[in-house]
DNA sequence: CAGTTGGCTGACCAATTGGTTATCATCCTG
DNA sequence: CAGGATGATAACCAATTGGTCAGCCAACTG
């Protein structure tokens, strides 16, 4: 019933207002009027084709999370290839897969776990092959490790503005943090062990209670 | 005897009532009468002791705001519960700060703003000292640190999900992956330059075109 | 050609929203 | 006790929201 071409543009013009809208002000914040306005179609047609304002935003959550795992011939999630391909594309799928993350949808909730496991079993053959330093709590490391490469997605705005850079998601400015995020990946910030040492005093202080 | 806040002056229920909706679900997510309910008043008297809904969040924006620059807020003062209402209050604070930044409040960018100039100078006096690594580009460094440390507020809940603890804001989740952030800024992630060198390489076929 | 189908719409609906106003109940203070 | 301030509310309002419905219209299909 919809695997028409003729019903799939407006479907997918619905999609993409959006996506577009959801990503910049957040699902709750934007009406299916807005929406339809964007697309150039009534409100009633957005519920015509996608049941309710709900059933749109889990179509646009799935739209995204396939260009996230799919790329062309990909299979799963075996590296963080598909994150970083996520991070170089367009910018209103960026913002709306930011969103979704921090908005706690369950479909993101499933992504994300797919993807700290890809991640740990990822940096554990790294660890292996010798490219990687070991962790003492390696879930925990690659839990942050996807964290923070997501981080920009949810702070892009200011990050880009105390970079100079107009547009939070201009390419340059992504591939400058980009370069001080491998950087720090990379050596570290600190050159010797004073913040894990104050780390241990606070556990121990508290554990002391 | 109303409840446990029951000696608290309804503007500061009010506002606290504030900090937790919008902390959780987004000022636009929330209504007035939601603010007003759990504050135990009508929501008239929301409108009559701030004027309007934006009045409202700019009061909460600026609260927390005094709380993170450590000042002696106006109300916590008054607030004669001490320390315990101020741990109490500790996780709706956070939470509240993380959609601040993430919607781009004007307060909130001037915060973060602050913040990154405040980690630059003391990152560059941390080399100076010699306990802090050199870096290429000191300020993408310092807003990469700040963004980083205030990722776990934007995606804290999938952290704690991750990491098998049920409160995304419990002391012990963030004291555990605290201690994964710490391992990373210390050591680092890689052990060799190989992820420096592969952004070299996109830079350089980036410029190429 | 008649008829059915499905994309598409305007008009409508009940509920909710932020905001206003008139009013009431205190509590000081003169 | 009079009489403002101040705190608080119920009733109301216009606008907007997500969602429904009957029906238009173009394109297939018999």
Not at 152 to 173: I, K, N, Q, T, Y
Request: charged share 25%; with cysteine; glycine share 10%.
């Amino acid at each position: 019933m919809r695997s028409d071409k003729g019903d799939l543009k407006a479907r997918a013009r619905i999609r993409n207002a959006a996506l577009e809208l959801f990503g910049a002000e957040g699902a709750t914040g934007v009406s299916l009027r807005a929406v339809a306005a964007r697309a150039g179609v009534s409100h009633a047609l957005v519920l015509h084709h996608f049941g309710s304002k709900e059933g749109l935003r889990k179509e646009c959550d799935a739209y995204v999370i396939s260009l996230v795992r799919g790329g062309p011939g990909v299979e799963a999630l075996e590296d963080t290839a598909g994150l970083a391909a996520m991070l170089e594309a367009a910018g209103p799928v960026r913002r709306y897969l930011g969103r979704a993350f921090m908005d706690g949808t369950p479909e993101a909730a499933a992504l994300y776990d797919e993807i700290v496991e890809a991640t740990e079993r990822w940096l554990e053959q790294g660890v292996a092959e010798g490219w990687a330093r070991p962790s003492q709590d390696p879930r925990a490391r690659a839990a942050i490790y996807v964290t923070w490469l997501l981080a920009p997605l949810a702070f892009g705005e200011h990050l880009s503005r105390v970079l100079g850079v107009p547009d939070p998601h201009d390419m340059d400015a992504t591939l400058r943090h980009s370069r001080a995020g491998i950087e720090i990946f990379t050596g570290g910030v600190f050159a010797d062990d004073r913040a894990l040492t104050a780390w241990e005093a606070v556990r121990k202080e508290r554990r002391a209670r």
